[in-house]
Each structure stands twice: as C-alpha cells, then as structure tokens.
Nanobody
Framework: QVQLVESGGGLVQAGGSLRLSCAAS????????MGWYRQAPGKQRELVAT???????NYQGSVKGRFTISRDNAKNTVYLEMNSLKPEDTAVYYC????????????WGQGTQVTVSS
C-alpha cells in the first residue's frame, strides 16, 4: 500500500507565498513522475506541474515563473513552491505519484486547501 501525505496549504494574501510538500510512504520499488494538480470549486482537476525522477519539469502556463516544483528522491517527497499567488490560484491541491510496484500505478494524496485572498 502506498500513501501520499500532503502538507503546507493555508490562507495567504495575494502576492504571498506558500510551500506544499507531499511525502510518499509504503512498499514500492521506485517512483516515476510526481506532480501537483488542483481543483477549484465547479471546475475540473487540472495539472499544475510535474517532475520526472530525473528532474525534468513541466508547468501549466498560468503558473510558469511563479511556481517551482522540486523533489527529493531520497525522501520520496515532492515540493511545490508557490510565489506571487493570485486569487485564481485558490483550489484544493492534490499530489500525484506514478509508483512502480511490480507494475506502474497512479496514486493521489487527499488534497490540501490553498486559499488566496484579494
């Protein structure tokens, strides 16, 4: 069983910063890609940023230059540094990991709320 535990969400004023963390635990061989997605009320879940085990990153256009994704492979942890936050960044942020058991399987965290006030 693999668990993803997120932390770091909260309430912040526009222009502020937050750092999200997501740690994977359980029994597995390795983690391939990790990433962050978000879902605002009434909207579909959308990709925010992903990072491969080798460190290659991909960002949604609206967060480029403001958000930075990184990971610590030794700790099986992925981070999302969010700067210059805007009210439209308000959403529940979900951690995602593609984990290699004896096959690849997709896992999700429980979500953490990020609220940006104007």
């Amino acid at each position: 069983q693999v668990q993803l535990v997120e932390s770091g969400g909260g309430l912040v004023q526009a222009g502020g910063s937050l750092r999200l963390s997501c740690a994977a635990s359980g029994t597995f061989f390795s983690i391939s890609a990790m990433g962050w997605y978000r879902q605002a009320p009434g909207k579909q879940r959308e990709l925010v940023a992903t990072i491969t085990s080798g460190g290659s990153t991909n960002y949604q256009g609206s967060v480029k230059g403001r958000f930075t994704i990184s990971r610590d492979n030794a700790k099986n942890t992925v981070y999302l540094e969010m700067n210059s936050l805007k009210p439209e960044d308000t959403a529940v942020y979900y951690c995602n990991a593609v984990v290699f058991l004896t096959y690849l399987r997709n896992y999700w965290g429980q979500g953490t709320q990020v609220t940006v006030s104007s």
